[in-house]
Nanobody, 115 residues
Framework: QVQLVESGGGLVQPGGSLRLSCVASGTDTSRGVWAWFRQAPGEQRELVAT???????EHASSVKGRFTISRDNSKNTVYLQMTDLKLEDTAVYYCNVIASGNGYWGQGTQVTVSA
């Protein structure tokens, strides 16, 4: 059974930082495509960042320069380092991986940016 478990969300002030983690079990993700999505209340889920097996990364324009996606294949883990957080970054963040032809989602972790 494949599971993705996210952690690292929480409450942070504007300008602060958080690092999200997503650990996969039950499948080898070393050749997978990882992504982070987020969904704010009343909004559609949006793609935040993507990381390809060759370590090429793409980030949404709204987070470019502030967020960084990375991976540790030895730990089957992907990270999202978030800096200079803004009120509009408040959302539930989900990790996603496409591995061995299948897509998997984590359960989500809440990130709240508030003064």
């Amino acid at each position: 059974q494949v599971q993705l478990v996210e952690s690292g969300g929480g409450l942070v002030q504007p300008g602060g930082s958080l690092r999200l983690s997503c650990v996969a079990s039950g499948t080898d993700t070393s050749r997978g495509v990882w992504a982070w999505f987020r969904q704010a209340p009343g909004e559609q889920r949006e793609l935040v960042a993507t990381l390809y097996p060759n370590d090429r990364a793409e980030h949404a324009s709204s987070v470019k320069g502030r967020f960084t996606i990375s991976r540790d294949n030895s730990k089957n883990t992907v990270y999202l380092q978030m800096t200079d957080l803004k009120l509009e970054d408040t959302a539930v963040y989900y990790c996603n991986v496409i591995a061995s032809g299948n897509g998997y989602w984590g359960q989500g972790t809440q990130v709240t940016v508030s003064a």
